[in-house]
């Protein structure tokens, strides 16, 4: 882990990775059950944590100190007043002017069961929407994983993708502006003709994607469907998406 100009702190490899490495196993450091959580949530279980935990819980990356300009004035009337209530908390976080337990838990938290968990090593991992590598949660062992989807050089950093990256860049963008940054890899960098074509295969896997689930979800078992999850997973190896959404393919 070192530091990175304009990005904090990052992860970078130290020998060769080869694709499947299972890189890191990581216990939470705090975890709330609500999906839709509070500050209120948060706080509750930030206090359960021992003094130790709790200085290491603010040495975590803070997406805090935003613009609330570049941010919309107003929400919704049809937005209900319990999710009116966590959308001002989450931006009074953004906001602030330090960083809060909820500001840090909102940059780093990753999904874990019903909830969100904050795991103090894998926050070290910097965004990509090109990722070489992968988080999910195990149950089987308690712990997020991270493992490689691409063969990783030494002194490469090993990035994760903190968005769904078969999303448009407009989208992404806005989906990465909640953890204060704009994106600045190859898949965002528009004089990369790689960049181009890397949008039109993203955009073909999303669409092949809502086929195939709707004729699988009709019990289609048709030459059609095959078809699609070949092209689909043609286009994820082009891309280097060695992910679980290829093996889901």
């Known amino acids: 882990m070192k530091s990175v100009p304009n990005k904090g702190y990052g992860c970078f490899a130290l020998k060769s990775i080869p ?6 196993a990581d216990e939470p450091l705090i975890y709330v059950k609500e999906q839709a959580y509070y500050r209120a949530d948060i706080e509750r279980e930030f206090e359960k944590l021992s003094a130790a935990d709790k200085k290491l819980f603010f040495s975590l990356y803070s997406a805090h100190n935003q613009d609330p300009d570049a941010w919309p004035k107003e929400i919704h009337e049809t937005v209900s007043s319990r999710e009116r209530q966590r959308i001002q908390e989450q931006q009074e976080a953004r906001f602030s002017d330090k960083p809060t337990v909820t500001s840090i838990f909102q940059t780093n938290c990753m999904p874990k069961d019903t909830g969100a968990a904050v795991f103090p090593h894998a926050s070290r991992f910097n965004h990509s929407c090109n990722p070489n590598a992968t988080f999910t949660w ?3 062992i308690g712990k997020e994983t991270i493992h490689a989807v691409r063969d990783i050089k030494p ?3 090993i990035t994760l993708a903190y968005c769904d990256i078969i999303h448009s860049k407009p ?3 806005w989906e990465l502006k909640h953890y204060g940054f704009t994106c600045d890899c190859p898949a965002c960098d528009a004089t990369d003709p790689w960049a181009e074509k890397s949008a039109e295969r993203r955009a073909e896997i999303g669409d092949l ?4 689930e709707f004729l699988s979800n009709m019990r289609e078992e048709s030459a059609l469907l ?7 997973i043609k286009l994820l190896i082009e891309e280097g998406d060695y ?3 290829l093996a889901t393919a």
Do not use: F
């Open 19 to 24: 694709r499947g490495t299972r890189i890191l």
């Open 138 to 140: 195990n149950p089987a």
């Open 155 to 157: 002194g490469e950093e």
């Open 171 to 173: 989208l992404r963008k």
């Open 209 to 212: 994607e809502r086929e195939t």
């Open 226 to 232: 095959s078809r699609q999850y070949l092209t689909m």
């Open 243 to 245: 992910s679980a959404r």
